[in-house]
């Protein structure tokens, strides 16, 4: 479910609020990326802070564990909707800095391609096309290290029944 800009305010903090701010689409895409990355460490500690805060007053409400103040908490959903409002900030920033991952991703790979292509392009025409690693002399049968089985198969499933045979023989007695 959305949670619109006017809750998400009513929910945080001054601070976090402006924390927030900077996850939303105009302005995350204007971060550099050492910003980026410090607004999503900072971003990330006060998501792990307001989690193990509504945790502990989900909690006390149980009757689990021991109230913080002098009474114990009645309701815990302003401390839901914070952590909700930061869970999805960061998912925004998360989803920004694997797009721009992906972005430099494609532009090594395109450039990549490019050197290859024009390495290609200025090698001489009468150079080898191949790899010049190779041993140049195809496929060679290797040899069998086993010893050749002198025994029939035939034979071995013989002797093998033979001897389940006996042995029924001997634990029928």
């Known amino acids: 479910m959305a949670i619109s800009r006017k809750e998400e305010a009513r929910a945080l903090s001054a601070d976090e609020k402006e924390l927030v701010e900077k996850s939303h689409h105009p302005v995350v895409q204007e971060l550099s990326d050492a910003d980026l990355s410090g607004l999503v ?5 006060r998501r792990d802070k307001a989690q193990a805060e509504a945790h502990r007053r989900r909690r006390e409400i149980r009757g689990k564990g021991a109230p913080k103040g002098a009474a114990i908490s009645k309701a815990d959903g302003g401390s839901q909707v914070k952590l909700a409002v930061l869970a999805m900030a960061m998912r925004r920033l998360n989803g920004e800095a694997e797009r721009r991952r992906q972005l430099a991703a494609h532009v090594s790979l395109v450039g990549n391609a490019r050197k290859a292509l024009a390495m290609k392009q200025n090698a001489p025409a009468d150079g080898p096309a191949h790899n010049s690693r190779t041993a140049h002399k195809g496929m060679r049968a290797v040899a069998n290290e086993r010893a050749p089985k002198l025994v029939r198969p035939a034979e071995l499933g013989r002797q093998r029944k033979a ?9 029928a007695r």
């Open 41 to 45: 460490k900072l971003l990330r500690e």
């Open 163 to 171: 001897g389940k045979v006996a042995q029924a023989k001997r634990d």
